[in-house]
C-alpha cells in the first residue's frame, strides 16, 4: 500500500511561485506513474501533468511553460513547481500514483492547498 503525503501549499499573489512535494512511502515513486490533480469545489478533478516511470512528463494546455514536475529517487519524492502562477490555479493539489499513466487512480494523498491572490 503506498502512501502519499503532500506538502508545500499556501496562499501567494498572482504571479508568484510555489513548490509543492508529494512524500511517498511503502513503494517508490521510479516504480509508478505519478501524477498531480487539482480541484475547485463543484468542479471535476483536472489533471496538471504526469511523470511516467522512466520521467517523461507531460502537462495540462493550462500549466504548460509555467509548471514543472520533478522526482528525486534518493527522496523517493515528487514535486511540482509552480511558477507564474494566475488566480485560476487556486485549487486543492494531489499527488496520485499508479501502475500506468493511462488512468490514474489507485493511490491518492491528502491534498495541499494553493490559493492564489490577484
Known amino acids: 500500500q503506498v502512501q502519499l503525503v503532500e506538502s508545500g501549499g499556501g496562499s501567494v499573489q498572482a504571479g508568484g511561485s510555489l513548490r509543492l512535494s508529494c512524500a511517498a512511502s511503502?513503494?517508490?515513486?521510479?516504480?509508478?506513474?505519478m501524477g498531480w490533480f487539482r480541484q475547485v469545489p463543484g468542479k471535476e478533478r483536472e489533471r496538471v501533468g504526469t511523470?511516467?516511470?522512466?520521467?517523461?512528463?507531460t502537462y495540462a494546455d493550462s500549466v504548460k511553460g509555467r509548471f514543472t514536475i520533478s522526482r528525486d529517487n534518493a527522496k523517493n519524492s515528487l514535486y511540482l513547481q509552480m511558477n507564474s502562477l494566475k488566480t485560476e490555479d487556486t485549487a486543492m493539489y494531489y499527488c496520485?500514483?499508479?501502475?500506468?499513466?493511462?488512468?490514474?487512480?489507485?493511490?491518492w494523498g491528502q491534498g495541499t492547498q494553493v490559493t492564489v491572490s490577484s
Open positions: 511503502g513503494g517508490t515513486v521510479s516504480s509508478y506513474c
Open positions: 496520485a500514483a499508479d501502475f500506468a499513466c493511462v488512468n490514474i487512480r489507485r493511490y
Open positions: 511523470m511516467s516511470r522512466s520521467g517523461f512528463t
